[in-house]
């Protein structure tokens, strides 16, 4: 058994003297592992960082064997991103969440796609690509079959003035429809609706809100915390939010509509 892809770098692991188990999500064959031999030795540990692409070659003698990986970097994201807390702390927070939340050896081209777009431009600054990042974790959710529905009123039916999800159904609710329960929804930031200018406050509400569904959901039914790779990302964006803003209402995350 034997595959060539493009794929990028979730996770490495030490194992043995010099050894690595590394995790990497390729298009076809989604989220898959296997050991590098000398992948934690000095030469070779900078190309396994999470977050790199990478040509890969894995080889087994039965498909369901751990196998053997081998590959060249191709894009060193980060190295690059090293010198960015905010740009690391999302390139972490992306690769921890794609590793957890996607079943192994099972395709997604749509979480991968976006994901390497995310690290592409990666370069042009983490706040530029932030808003990208919180579509990227709502496609992903889409994906693997907990997609939010963001399109009209759970209540009421209209498309227009939809500012609240239900934290139970994912369904987005209308401002007039939610005031009554709006200590039990979901802020639903107007970027994720396509509409208008983002900042840090939205980025934020985007982030408490995908991490809602990933934490009830895609985490949840696995008994898993979400990584904590996602909430020094969380905490990251929260700083950029000037002190004399208003702070950011919570949600009960076990309220419903």
């Known amino acids: 058994m034997e595959w060539r892809a493009p794929a990028i770098v979730l996770d490495a692991r030490p194992f043995g003297e010099g050894g690595a188990v590394v995790t990497l999500l390729t298009e076809e064959h989604g989220r898959h592992a296997g050991l590098v031999k000398g992948g934690f030795s000095r030469t070779r540990r ?4 999470p977050g790199n692409l990478v040509e890969a070659r894995w080889v087994a003698r039965l498909p369901d064997q751990l196998g053997a990986l081998s590959g060249e970097l191709v894009h060193p994201a980060a190295a690059l991103a090293m010198d960015d807390p905010l740009a690391l702390a999302l390139l972490a927070s992306a690769c921890a969440v794609a590793e957890g939340a996607l079943p192994e050896r099972e395709p997604h ?35 693997l079959g907990y997609g939010l529905d963001l399109t009209r009123c759970a209540a009421t039916g209209t498309t227009e003035d939809l500012v609240w999800v239900s934290p139970r159904t994912g369904r987005a609710v209308s401002a007039a429809a939610g005031a009554p329960y709006a200590d039990r929804l979901l802020p639903l930031p107007a970027f994720l609706l396509g509409q208008g200018p983002s900042g840090p406050e939205a980025w934020l509400a985007g982030l408490r809100l995908t991490g809602h569904f990933l934490g009830k959901d895609a985490y949840g039914h696995h008994h898993r915390p979400l990584p904590a790779a996602r909430g020094l990302l969380l905490a990251r964006v929260a700083a950029l939010i000037p002190a004399t803003a208003g702070p950011i209402r919570p949600a009960s995350a076990d309220s419903a509509r």
Not at 46 to 49: D, F, L, T, Y
Not at 122 to 134: F, M, N, R, T
């Open 109 to 143: 081209p749509r979480s991968f796609d976006g994901l390497l777009s995310i690290i592409g431009r990666l370069g042009q600054g983490a706040e530029a690509v932030l808003p990208d990042y919180v579509r990227w974790e709502a496609a992903l959710l889409a994906e």
């Open 46 to 49: 900078g190309v396994w960082q």
